[in-house]
């Protein structure tokens, strides 16, 4: 893997990039949909990629538990088994093993999990981790780390810290060869001290590019933006940045702005799911009764299959008899949202002018609404 | 609306044609997907154009319950609605009066019924359900008729027969203009002497085209195949004939043989979305463990998208974990398994070589599985 800086923003930390992967080229800063179980939920790879999307995310927890990371490598590895031929990130299972693992044990060797889907018993460890994105055959794979619940006491946040410093040391020495990258991840909770702690050890160590997790796990926005501006000025400068998990469309500009490369999240994928649509006016909220007879497009100044086809009435229609192609059609607005989002934000740090464009942004994503708080909890 | 014959098969009542409509001509036989409301279920128009459809299905009591024929034609009218620019049929709501319809009442002026999504009362008679079909805008409109269970005793089939022959009257009565066609449809039940009775009431009124109705409700198939065999001949030669709500690929194969052109059922999309597949060969119902690490397509013989991208083992994968991919991939390849199956056939009367066609056929699939009375179930 390489990474190419195109352009650093005049007045800001904002980068312009590329990073080149076995598998074709990202321009950063980048937006990742995410295809947790070797598919981007309701789209074709081909309409992932008609998206404007370079590279995807698939998760090593899910894919490892069904149908099986040894499958997948028989079948010719995760690229062709879902016919996306681009770039994949792999996340390590650290974060799922949080959030999704019933009765975990974390202990230094790794983690005992049961599965989310049929109880069974699992262990992941550092080497473990590797060996199943090696099997995957991703183009970037993570480090194995402990995520941390919000809110957590000081002294948990340093022991997760330093277990996970010593977690991406062996993920670093079991690796087989350089032709997937690996990332480290930083964690550290909501503590800055821990958060400089953290950069230090795992820079020390040296990966292919860095990471912040433990991010967007209930925290208030505050601690959120203060964490992400300590963290991200203090990553290695000649490699990517991926900010983990996050976020609504303001958090993409405001990890752009403090440097961060890359971005993932399920938001735009499963907000579109409920039905709560981005734009750049009002929020959308497709299942409204006041949209029943709305003859205009979702949003029009998008350039999406959606907006150019159909309606808000033909889109509150289908969400609300069920059908499956609202799915699809939301999935395809809201992914172009990000998608644009970022191409804009691309351009704009091109022109040396990402901060009138952050600063308008949020100005006016303050006036119209804010979806997202809604998404998470449908 | 016009209709061409190009060809009659020499050894059998196989028909090659055309239906020349105001949204473009449709090759007949044809099958047509089913878009009960305003969607054929998981695919984009794009999509469902592209496997070789062209005309669709919508349904008349399912659009008129929800969002409304007023609104749809406000809203441009269903082409528009739904992006599809293609020819449509619309059925009359006959038939899910009869199917869905909770408490319904029928008399002379028409049927009194619940709407099966909110209990809510409606009244459908020969001069509305026409007025609906006409505020949809679709190319083909259908008749108001009853239709009865099976079984059903002579009496009652008899009287339901002349009552949908004085309904279809009335519905030619009531159109505005000639614009968009209106298809008569044959009732009678499974009693053949009915059936001819229904065939003179109806052709002396004197239609467009002509549908058998009613067949495809619970009776035995040979009882289906005698009726469709007696009353598929008695049709007018010059007017398209429709098999309405049939069937299997034999039952089209059957059908054909018959002199039918026209013919639509959900069993392609239904089956799809229930992970049981059309093939050449084998049946394949994709959840099965056998699938898991089978690298092969679904179908070798098959051109579809579906086949040409993905092993079963990712399409048992995608089920399994019940992706929305599944449902798309899935219907994606029943359609096209039927609308190529049309194409062979078309190709079949074209070289007077239809007979041998319906033999081999029938002998493959007698050798092969068929999914389609599990489908039914699920």
């Known amino acids: 893997m390489e990474f190419v800086m195109l352009n650093k923003d005049e007045h800001t930390d904002a980068r312009l990039g590329t990073i080149r992967t076995p598998h074709g080229e990202v321009s950063t800063p980048a937006f990742m949909p995410v295809g947790t179980q070797a598919a981007v939920k309701a789209l074709t790879p081909e309409q992932v990629r008609g998206l404007g999307a370079e590279m995807i995310l698939g998760n090593t927890y899910h894919l490892h538990l069904r149908p099986g990371h040894r ?33 975990r044990r974390i202990e230094e060797e790794g983690a005992t999990f049961q599965s989310h889907i049929d109880g069974s018993r699992h262990f992941l460890g550092p080497e473990s981790a590797v060996e199943i994105q090696e099997s995957l055959g991703s183009d970037i794979m993570m480090c194995l780390d402990e995520c941390i619940a919000y809110p957590a006491a000081r002294h948990d946040a340093k022991i997760a810290l330093d277990r996970t410093a010593r977690w991406a040391l062996r993920c670093k020495n079991s690796r087989g060869g350089d032709r ?31 990471a912040i997790g433990g991010l967007s796990v209930g925290e208030p926005k505050e601690l959120l933006l203060e964490n992400l501006a300590v963290t991200a000025p203090l990553l290695p400068e000649d490699r990517p940045r991926y900010l983990m998990g996050v976020g609504t469309p303001e958090d993409l500009v405001e990890g752009v702005y403090h440097g961060i490369d890359m971005f993932d999240c399920v938001m735009p994928t499963r907000c579109a799911r409920n039905g709560l649509l981005f734009t750049n006016g009002e929020k959308v909220v497709i299942k409204n009764a006041r949209y029943r ?17 159909y309606s808000r009435a ?59 708080s809604r998404c998470a909890d449908q």
């Open 71 to 103: 499958a997948i490598a028989d079948l010719g590895g995760l690229h062709r088994f879902m016919n996306w031929p681009g770039p994949i990130l792999t996340d390590s299972g650290g974060f799922q093993i949080y959030s999704l693992g019933a009765l």
């Open 293 to 309: 007879e709305d003859g205009s497009p979702l949003d029009s100044t998008c350039d999406c299959y959606t907006c150019q086809n």
């Open 314 to 372: 033909y889109l509150r229609h289908l969400y609300v008899a069920g059908e499956i192609l609202a799915m699809v059609l939301n999935t395809i607005h809201n992914l172009r949202y990000y998608l644009r989002l970022m191409e804009r934000i691309r351009e704009a740090i091109r022109r040396d002018r990402f901060g009138d464009f952050r600063d308008g942004f949020l100005r006016e994503r303050g006036a119209g609404g804010d979806v997202s």
């Open 180 to 210: 997937q990258a690996l990332f480290g991840i930083i964690q550290g909770g909501v503590y800055p001290d821990l958060r400089r702690q953290a950069v230090d050890q795992i820079a020390a160590i040296g990966f292919d590019g860095y």
